[in-house]
């Protein structure tokens, strides 16, 4: 055999199995690579035909044992979401324990440019809502515009995202103040339509010192046209991040209650807020709290909580206890409300994790036995 001879077998063998490679799909770069042998006579044309035809078979083979399937569009974007499946063991009398679906959320983010960004996130638990749906225009890291529907920038609890929460169910106060379950607003599930200004600034060591938020709302709740007068809403939120894993701030909110039965016939009623939050976070261990004031009309509310958790198992296993109260009425005695939760999280990865919870509830006045155990599971992708 002819030393060319050798080299040429040699350099059609590495060919093929470049090109019949699993991990390596045949490409108009490979295409490139044959063309070139063939113009120094490495390889003949019969053979760059017959690699085709190989890889062209290994690609059709690929194809079909394959599982998972890319989405094509014009512009690159990220697609998420999570779903979170609960059972709740009531104790007072004439409750139903049981599962439910809690959340089935998709999470739609991406670019147009590097300055124009959007998001949609819908939830398909009970009936289909859009929950997210908004645009940004990022100028620079200290000053970020948004328009659409978003989180109200108002309390860390509220901004945080229900698959981080360490706790399953999020506390009183942020409940009743923050446009959840129990504000009078009703559930709008913490956001609003407006337009926001945000942006951080003053970074040390890449983290930045001070974090703003300021907005201009509605004051309606999520996918409604606010129809009831022209007077809109106020958020503002500032924090202070001086040490890694330490920050402290406060929120303001002033609005009105559009929806509720007014004190005044003809008119809104007042719906103002003031917060006030700090946190210590370590990889094992994290403590944090806030206080939340609000006045809906002429009643005064009120409450705090105290949340602190410590991974047993770095980064799997996690022990939390929360102490949340409540006062629905500091005009009125004997109404607050105090739950003690405790209990834990197994992270099985950074999607998949089973939460495990124990809520005893103390009601000033009248009290029944309402305490509940509550196992969430949540799966995302």
Request: net charge positive; aromatic share 12%; hydrophobic share 40%.
């Amino acid at each position: 055999m002819k030393i060319t001879t050798f080299f040429r077998a040699v350099i059609l063998t590495a060919v093929i199995l470049f090109l019949i490679s699993d991990r390596i799909l045949f490409s108009q770069s490979s295409n490139d690579i044959l063309n070139l042998l063939i113009a120094n006579k490495s390889i003949t044309q019969q053979q760059a035909d017959s690699i085709r035809a190989v890889a062209a078979l290994k690609q059709q083979e690929a194809d079909t044992n394959k599982k998972t399937f890319s989405l094509n569009a014009s512009r690159l974007f990220q697609l998420s979401g999570y779903t979170h499946v609960r059972y709740q063991r009531l104790e007072e009398s004439g409750k139903t324990s049981g599962f439910d679906i809690r959340r089935a959320r998709f999470d739609l983010k991406g670019s147009v440019t590097p300055f124009f960004g959007y998001r949609l996130q819908a939830d398909f638990a009970g009936s289909p809502k859009l929950i997210d749906a908004y645009t940004e225009i990022k100028i620079a890291d200290y000053f970020t515009i948004t328009a659409g529907q978003f989180k109200i920038p108002f309390s860390y609890e509220n901004l945080a995202s229900d698959n981080k929460m360490e706790v399953i169910d999020r506390s009183q106060v942020i409940e009743a103040l923050v446009a959840r379950g129990k504000d009078v607003l009703g559930n709008t599930i913490g956001r609003d339509i407006g337009i926001q200004a945000d942006g951080k600034f003053l970074k040390i060591n890449g983290a930045p010192l001070v974090e703003y938020s300021l907005a201009v709302l509605n004051g309606s709740g999520v996918n409604v046209a606010d129809t009831a007068n022209s007077n809109k809403d106020l958020a503002a939120r500032i924090v202070f991040a001086p040490l890694k894993g330490l920050y402290f701030g406060g929120s303001y909110y002033d609005g009105w209650d559009k929806v509720s039965k007014p004190d005044v016939a003809g008119k809104s009623q007042v719906r103002d807020r003031l917060g006030f939050e700090a946190g210590y976070v370590l990889p094992r261990f994290s403590v944090r709290g806030e206080y939340i004031a609000g006045k809906d009309g002429k009643t005064n509310k009120a409450g705090w909580y105290f949340m602190a958790g410590y991974f047993v198992i770095p980064q799997k296993l996690q022990f939390v206890v929360r102490y949340d109260t409540y006062d629905p009425n500091t005009g009125k005695s004997n109404d607050v409300t105090t739950n003690y939760a405790i209990g834990g999280n197994i992270n099985f990865n950074n999607r998949t994790r089973l939460q495990i919870f124990y809520t005893f509830r103390a009601e000033e006045g009248a009290s029944v036995n309402n305490n509940y155990l509550a196992v969430q599971y949540q799966v995302g992708f």
